[in-house]
């Protein structure tokens, strides 16, 4: 029998979630929004636990 334990990478939450960095200088009209100035980047499947969420040993 495996012991699973938590993601240290994820802990637990299975993805990792992007970045968002804002600057005024990017700000742009989106027409259902109103004005965007953030760019983030997508969140990814934890790559250490493959989106499991925990690792086995």
Same mark, same amino acid.
């Given at each position: 029998?495996?012991?699973?334990?938590?993601?240290?990478?994820?802990?637990?939450?299975?993805?990792? /979630?992007?970045?968002? +960095?804002?600057?005024?200088e990017?700000?742009?009209? =989106?027409?259902?929004?109103?004005?965007?100035?953030c760019?983030c980047?997508?969140? /990814?499947?934890?790559? +250490?636990c493959?989106?499991?969420?925990?690792k086995e =040993?």
């Amino acid at each position: 029998m495996t012991s699973q334990k938590i993601c240290p990478t994820c802990k637990g939450k299975k993805i990792i /979630v992007g970045n968002c +960095e804002c600057n005024a200088e990017w700000r742009s009209m =989106d027409s259902e929004n109103g004005f965007d100035d953030c760019q983030c980047e997508p969140d /990814v499947e934890c790559p +250490e636990c493959k989106g499991k969420g925990y690792k086995e =040993d």
